[in-house]
């Protein structure tokens, strides 16, 4: 598909995948919440990663508590998040960061928030975007996946379908792009047994018309 075609399909389509898409569940709208839940995201459900956040806010509530919590305890309370150990220092690394370094207040630019230790671009965007509502898309595995089957990306690495998706999506698109795509990869277009057939956007998708040749 041509970047012009994409770009003029593209608020067809993406109306039709909000359609087919179930509202998407935030745990957490505050910057630093988001933050810690997204770092614990990584090869983890979401439930599991939403209890395990949900359990640190509930016994520390703010990040310069986190920052004096005692490892085991952290570790005992994200015991089902997947590389917890990892993580369990993680975050109370980046509680000591972020009152330390930043007073308290997670930076809002990506450049800085990548200075932190275990934060990369995907996370970095998630947390402008959802929890700051600063224009940035997070391409996570469901939007990776997806892009790639439509057509609107030809690459396999994050980053340059971030940049393809940036020339298809209009920018006042880019906050609520990720969260949409994510319902719409676990719902319709999943990993394993993608559901064309019912697809409302099938007609415009590469995927499918290959399969379909
Ligand atoms: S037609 Fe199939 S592969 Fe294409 S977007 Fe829909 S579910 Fe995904």
Not at 135 to 163: M, N
């Amino acid at each position: 598909m041509k970047i012009t075609d994409a770009k003029r399909d593209f608020r067809l389509m993406f109306d039709l995948i909000r359609e087919m898409s179930p509202p998407h569940h935030f745990e957490f709208s505050e910057p630093f919440w988001v933050l810690v839940t997204t770092l614990l995201s990584h090869r983890t459900k979401d439930q599991v990663t939403d209890a395990a956040a949900r359990a640190l806010y509930n016994r520390y509530g703010s990040a310069e508590n986190l920052s004096r919590a005692s490892y085991d305890d952290v570790l005992n309370m994200i015991s089902k998040v997947g590389f917890c150990k990892v993580k369990a220092r993680r975050v109370i690394d980046l509680a000591g960061i972020i009152v330390n370094r930043y007073e308290g207040k997670v930076p809002e630019n990506r450049e800085e928030l990548m200075t932190i230790p275990g934060v990369g671009r995907k996370t970095a965007n998630v947390v402008l975007s959802d929890s700051m509502g600063i224009p940035a898309i997070a391409v996570d595995t469901h939007v990776q996946r997806i892009s790639k089957r439509i057509g609107w990306s030809r690459s396999d690495e994050p980053e340059k379908t971030e940049e393809a998706l940036m020339k298809i999506v209009p920018r006042e698109e880019w906050v609520g792009f990720n969260p949409v795509m994510v319902e719409f990869g676990k719902t319709v277009c999943r990993p394993v047994g993608p559901r064309c057939q019912k697809c409302l956007i099938n007609k415009y998708c590469d995927f499918y018309s290959k399969k379909s040749e």
